[in-house]
């Protein structure tokens, strides 16, 4: 079936230094890929969304470029700021809902 | 605008009891979700409405959980015999169309803890 997945559960960087956080999907429909960011204590946000091939979608200095040959949706940025800090959630358009990864938490250091 | 609102904020139960949780989607959306939010699983799907309408209840544990909405400013996510693991943060979200491409809008959540 349709699935999400990031390796990562928790990824910790120094200010300053580029992240990029894996997301890799199984589906048999053509993807619509999201991040959504949920900060402490805070409702999940969308980050970012695409669903064209080999595009680069930017939002607020992250970006991420899907890529069906891969099935890969990895988000990125190059310079990490404290306020990063957050989880961050990968999930698939289902047709009317989505399926959501496990999570990666971005712990950044000053 | 407000976004969605989801009463209460935390709510404490002992094993067996029952926990109605509230959700106010945004004015204007038409498509209603649940979400049950843990460490270990991430984010579940539980249900959906469409205008009022339940299309999808099949992240729903069919025993003890259920899912209304009466009209189209709120939902109700109920569980009856509330057990250990049932504790979760419960998060329900609106979108405008319900088409799945479009926009989640996510409330705070209703942290449950069952004891």
């Known amino acids: 079936g349709d699935s999400v997945t990031q390796t990562e559960g928790l990824v910790t960087l120094t200010k300053g230094l580029p992240v990029m956080l894996n997301c890799t999907y199984q589906?048999?429909?053509?993807?619509?890929l999201f991040w959504y960011v949920q900060h402490l204590n805070e409702a999940p946000k969308l980050l970012l969304k695409?669903?064209?091939?080999?595009k680069r979608t930017e939002h607020q200095g992250f970006y991420a470029t899907l890529h069906k040959s891969s099935s890969s949706f990895h988000l990125q940025k190059s310079s990490v700021q404290l306020s990063d800090s957050a989880l961050y959630f990968c999930?698939?358009?289902?047709?009317?809902?989505?399926?959501f990864g496990t999570g990666t938490s971005l712990l950044v250091d000053p | 605008n407000a976004g969605v609102i989801q009463t209460p904020r935390h709510k404490v139960t002992g094993k067996g009891q029952e926990a109605t949780l509230w959700c106010e989607p945004i004015?204007?959306?038409?498509?209603v979700f649940w979400y049950r939010q843990t460490i270990v699983q991430g984010l579940e799907f539980l249900t959906y409405?469409?205008?009022?309408?339940?299309?999808?209840d099949s992240g729903m544990p069919k025993e003890r959980f259920s899912a209304q909405m009466p009209n189209q400013s709120h939902s109700t996510l109920k569980i009856q015999s509330t057990q250990p693991q049932d504790s979760a943060v419960y998060l329900c979200?609106?979108?405008?169309?319900?088409?799945?491409?479009?926009?989640?809008?996510f409330g705070e959540g209703s942290k449950l803890t069952v004891l």
């Open positions: 979200a609106s979108s405008l169309d319900g088409t799945g491409t479009g926009q989640l809008y």
């Open positions: 589906t048999t429909y053509s993807p619509f």
């Open positions: 695409s669903s064209t091939d080999n």
């Open positions: 999930a698939l358009d289902m047709g009317y809902k989505l399926t």
């Open positions: 004015s204007g959306h038409s498509a």
């Open positions: 409405f469409r205008n009022q309408a339940p299309i999808d």
